[in-house]
């Protein structure tokens, strides 16, 4: 059974601005309509009991406690710097 046609597989192909020859829609028919039976079947099945989660498995806090330590001196940080300027890194400007 057909879930997808050619005709929509090249709609949304347009909107996703890609383009496809013959051929390839010819191999991703089939394809998709795999893709869409497997979700039809998913789709099917009774989550009625089944509570809305975040997570598959239970977690317990995974942060670890903030201490406070010392950092790299400044001299460290920026000694292998390739560029540097007042003290700090210089990197190319982004427009």
Do not use: W, Y
């Amino acid at each position: 059974m057909d879930r997808i046609s050619r005709e929509e597989i090249k709609h949304v192909a347009r909107l996703a601005e890609l383009e496809f020859s013959e051929e390839q829609i010819s191999k991703l028919a089939p394809q998709l309509d795999r893709i869409l039976e497997h979700v039809a079947r998913i789709s099917a099945v009774n989550t009625e009991d089944i509570p809305p989660t975040a997570h598959a498995v239970k977690m317990n806090n995974v942060f670890r406690e903030d201490i406070p330590r010392d950092s790299v001196p400044h001299e460290d940080a920026v000694k292998n710097a390739p560029c540097k300027q007042e003290g700090g890194f210089k990197v190319p400007r982004i427009d």
